[in-house]
């Protein structure tokens, strides 16, 4: 909900939203249409492991850096 309601105001301020299509493969399982929103657990105690993005994650956040310069390449 946080990414959905900073739409407005960010279109509000002329700027362009640039999300994640269907047809981009990393997008079918794992993305949203709105942006990259990644979930990591909080780790229980401070000896625990950092929890960090999945290869999966990051080649989403990948996969939408690729558009938005696609787009800014059309519009530039």
Do not use: F, Q
């Amino acid at each position: 909900m946080t990414l959905w309601n900073l739409i407005t105001p960010m279109l509000h301020n002329g700027m362009i939203i640039v999300g994640l299509p269907g047809n981009v493969p990393e997008n079918v399982l794992y993305g949203s249409y709105y942006g990259v929103g990644v979930t990591c657990p909080v780790e229980e105690d401070e000896n625990a492991p950092i929890n960090m993005p999945s290869e999966s994650d990051l080649n989403l956040g990948r996969a939408l850096g690729r558009r938005v310069a696609e787009i800014a390449g059309k519009l530039a």
